[in-house]
């Protein structure tokens, strides 16, 4: 099973992924934890995306582009994976749709978890505080401001896209936790036949 999961920051993705990944036995493939690694090691992408992410900005879609093509290329991604918080602009899109057609991959579900704006803030803040010493470069105010301006500019396409491809399914991410997941299986049922 191969799965993308949408939403703005904070909409509890990396939640209901890691719940995914212990159901289906699939990996979660996560861009922004895979970008945060390549920082904290200082590797060539690390250094150069480390001040666009603290921004709250984007990396550049073709650097994306190349660490998840390198990914999904990997023996554990065989059974599947979960694409969380990639593709984030209708171009990672179509680089996505290119790199699967080239591997003989197809995508079976999309799912947009929908949010009230209002209520990421304080998601993310609570994150922030819970998390401590391990705050994230990318949760402050003003960087949060910038990657909900960002979601809606670049990555609420992306959405659109998905709808008309057919592969389209939104789930109402403001109910609590499991009923979250129970509809995501919901959605995943009605959509891997
Ligand atoms: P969020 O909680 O905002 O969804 P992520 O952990 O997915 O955060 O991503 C954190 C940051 O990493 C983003 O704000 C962006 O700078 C960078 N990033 C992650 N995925 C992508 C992507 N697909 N394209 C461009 N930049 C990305």
Redesign the pocket.
């Known amino acids: 099973m191969r799965l993308i999961l949408l ?5 509890g ?2 939640t209901q992924a890691a719940r995914l990944v212990e159901r289906h036995g699939i990996v979660q493939l ?7 690694a390549a920082v904290r090691d200082k590797t060539p992408v690390g250094l150069k ?1 480390q001040d ?10 073709l ?2 582009g190349e660490i ?1 093509a390198d990914r999904i290329e990997a023996a554990d991604c065989a059974r599947g994976f979960i694409l ?6 209708v171009a ?1 899109a179509e680089i996505l749709k290119d790199l699967m057609a080239r591997k003989g991959l197809t995508l079976d579900v999309v799912i947009e978890l929908v949010v009230d704006e209002s209520a990421l803030l304080g998601r ?1 803040e609570k994150r922030a505080r819970e998390s401590g010493a391990a705050v ?1 470069a ?2 402050t105010p003003e ?2 401001k ?2 909900l301006e ?2 809606r500019a670049q990555t609420a396409p992306v959405s659109e896209y998905y709808r008309a491809a057919g592969l389209l399914q939104t789930v109402d991410g403001m109910l609590n936790v499991d009923e979250v997941t129970e509809r995501i299986e919901a959605a995943i049922k009605a959509s891997v036949a």
């Open positions: 939403g703005p920051p904070g909409a993705k990396g996560s861009t922004g934890d895979m970008l945060r995306a666009i992410m603290a921004r709250g900005e984007l990396v550049p879609d650097v994306v998840v969380d918080g990639f593709p984030r602009t990672q993310i994230r990318d949760d960087a949060l910038k990657r960002v979601y």
